[in-house]
């Protein structure tokens, strides 16, 4: 995942200044409340109690962790392109690269870059987006102890491919009108200077190309998964998902077939404002788009894995996938 707004940054600074300012039994408090409120949103679901295979999945993840970092680019990267072209493949899905040239932000020479993208029912002209990103951040540069260490990322990167692997599975059958494509971005943080890199290459240029060269197919719906792995998984409802007003009765409808699902880490409240691949595919494709993310890693009033060498997959779950994949899949067979 990007990165949050800065203004969001910045007024999480000033709640943080301002509960030192005013004490330690506030900050305190506030803890308290966390905690309650993570309990409270913990489901009884077991893992075979869903019928989406998560252990599958959390072994995929685990499988993509091991090649070790995926950086756009690099052989990590080649070869989780080679493991997911054979697996998508296998399952009956057309596999593509979509390819395209950067300027690579560190060296300055260029370099090619490639979306994967699944398709499932080609012949159908009306298509739902499913989509995640599979490029690792260069570095966990907000590690406290080794902000130039390796960057595995389970969580931010992995798990969202890992539940379109296992998603992958049930495709061939899906009934409507619809039809579905993956889309695996590229680029989405090939960040070495936060200031001065730009975020969301893959995207930017798969909402572009759909802009300019307008397919036959039209997306109704774009859903991105991101940080969908985490073992304590709290999914609150994203700021633009809920504010743009195109998107707003997707993400609605997705948290409404969480609750009759029962997977209560669906909370239908929205906390953060996130910087992501949606907001390509909104403003440029101007596809109506849900980003299914949790911020919290590992949860609200805890310092994060996020962007750290602590992304690893021993945080993330085989239930936590299996819950997402399963409401994810729900959601596709009541589009309407
Ligand atoms: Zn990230």
Redesign the pocket.
């Known amino acids: 995942?990007?990165n949050m707004n800065r203004q969001s940054v910045v007024i999480g600074l000033c709640l943080v200044a301002a509960i030192a300012v005013i004490g330690g039994v506030i900050a305190y408090n506030g803890g308290n409340d966390n905690e309650a409120q993570a309990q409270r949103v913990k489901s009884r679901l077991k893992l075979a109690d869903i019928p989406f295979d998560g252990a599958q999945s959390m072994k995929f993840l685990e499988n993509i962790c091991a090649i070790g970092g995926r950086v756009s680019g690099t052989p990590g990267m080649a070869k989780q392109q080679e493991l997911l072209k054979r697996h998508f493949t296998e399952l009956g899905g057309k596999v593509s690269l979509q390819s395209f040239r950067v300027r690579h932000p560190e060296t300055g020479f260029p370099v090619t870059l490639a979306n994967m993208i699944v398709e499932w029912h080609p012949e159908r002209q009306e298509r739902i987006l499913l989509c995640a990103h599979y490029d690792t951040?260069p570095f966990p540069d907000r590690d406290r102890q080794n902000p130039r260490g390796i960057f595995i990322g389970a969580n931010?990167g992995a798990s969202g491919v890992a539940v379109l692997a296992v998603l992958g599975q049930q495709m061939a059958d899906l009934r409507g009108k619809y039809g579905v494509d993956f889309v695996l971005f590229d680029g989405e943080?090939l960040v070495y200077d936060s200031n001065r890199d730009e975020y969301f290459l893959g995207s930017r240029y798969f909402a572009t190309e759909y802009k300019n060269n307008p397919p036959r197919h039209r997306y109704k719906y774009a859903v991105l998964l991101d940080m969908v792995g985490d073992a304590e998984l709290h999914l609150y409802q994203e700021k633009h998902s809920v504010r743009w007003r195109d998107t707003r009765p997707l993400t609605f409808s997705i948290w409404r077939k969480a609750k009759e699902l029962g997977v209560r880490e669906f909370i239908p409240r929205s906390r953060h404002e996130v910087r992501d691949d949606h907001l390509m595919l909104h403003d440029i494709a101007k596809i109506p788009t849900c980003d299914i993310i949790d911020f919290d890693y590992p949860r609200p009033g805890r310092l994060s894995y996020w962007?750290t060498q602590q992304d690893t997959p021993d945080k993330c779950s085989a239930l936590s996938l299996a819950k997402v994949g399963w409401v994810v899949s729900e959601w596709l067979k009541s589009v309407e």
């Open positions: 995942m990007a951040r931010d943080e962007h």
